[in-house]
């Protein structure tokens, strides 16, 4: 199903494309989830003559300064308003990236053009917005960066706050990826909250020990087991990063301790307490503490 082809099967009204000299039969009640088309038909109700019947029987016409394609895309919209992409529900547990189905998601170019050019010169109805924005955001766990280069071109500051969280690292991009970003303060945001981010994950885990001030302390390996913990920390130190799942690192050391149930339980209970305080870190620039970003 292409996006740029548009049929309707009982039209009652017209639309031509200017530039393309194509036009496409409507249906009138379609056309009214715009408020640009609505205020068009009741100023040309206002301008018919009452009574004059040769007039009213013309096959209306409306002239459109946009290519086929785009006209294509807008009407497709309002005849058959997209709906929200479809989730697909996540096995894990502790998972907050939500996925979707990528055959219910608008492609990310289509959206581009159709939020930037058509939402708002058409006032296209919030109902449709929404369900617009609902598959921007959907692009974002994958798209972030773009995601949010667009979000903040387009003045959407929510939009961008939600996609800051999926950027990844600054330095991993390159100057052709980067230079999307249309301002050099939403480019200092993001550096802000990644490197808020990597601090508040290394405080985190330096300081969450496995016998968290001698509680749960196994006796026997009083000294080995917070040994293998400090060694496995400091590896990990050196390499967090601001989308770092610390927690799902130190994981791994459950499985090292099997041979003491103590050590283990211990062990689990600090793994537990890290990820329940990595939840609690920002992840998105307005999460950020009041006049982190000034
Ligand atoms: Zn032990």
Redesign the pocket.
């Known amino acids: 199903m292409s996006w740029t082809v548009f049929r309707c099967d009982n039209p009652d009204f017209r639309v031509r494309s200017v530039p393309d000299d194509i036009t496409f039969g409507v249906k009138r009640s379609a056309m009214e989830r715009s408020e640009a088309f609505r205020d068009m038909f009741s100023f040309c109700e206002q301008g018919l003559p009452s009574g004059d019947s040769s007039e009213a029987e013309v096959d209306p016409i409306v002239d459109l300064h946009e290519p086929a394609d785009v006209l294509a895309i807008l009407l497709r919209i309002l005849h058959d308003p997209p709906r929200p992409p479809e989730e697909i529900p996540s096995s894990e547990l502790d998972s907050y990236v939500k996925k979707y189905d990528e055959a219910t998601v608008i492609p990310l170019p289509l959206l581009e053009l159709v939020v930037l050019q058509l939402v708002d010169k058409y006032l296209l109805d919030e109902s449709i917005t929404e369900v617009l924005q609902q598959h921007l955001l959907a692009h974002a766990p994958s798209n972030g960066l773009r995601v949010y280069a667009f979000a903040v071109t387009n003045n959407m500051p929510k939009m961008a706050s939600k996609a800051s969280q999926y950027v990844e690292p600054m330095a991993k991009y390159t100057f052709q990826e980067i230079k999307c970003i249309p301002t050099v303060k939403a480019y200092h945001d993001l550096v802000r909250l990644q490197d808020f981010r990597v601090q508040a994950l290394r405080d985190l885990l330096l300081k969450e020990d496995v016998f968290p001030h001698g509680y749960g302390a196994?006796?026997?390996?009083a000294q080995?087991?917070p040994t293998t913990w400090d060694t496995k920390r400091r590896a990990l130190l050196a390499r967090i990063e601001t989308g770092s799942d610390i927690a799902w690192e130190m994981s791994s050391l459950v499985e090292t301790?099997s041979?003491?149930?103590?050590?283990?339980k211990?062990c689990v209970a600090a793994v537990d307490m890290l990820a329940y305080k990595c939840r609690r870190i920002p992840k998105t620039l307005e999460k950020l503490p009041t006049g982190y970003l000034e």
């Open positions: 196994c006796q026997p390996h080995s087991t301790l041979d003491c149930k103590t050590c283990q211990a």
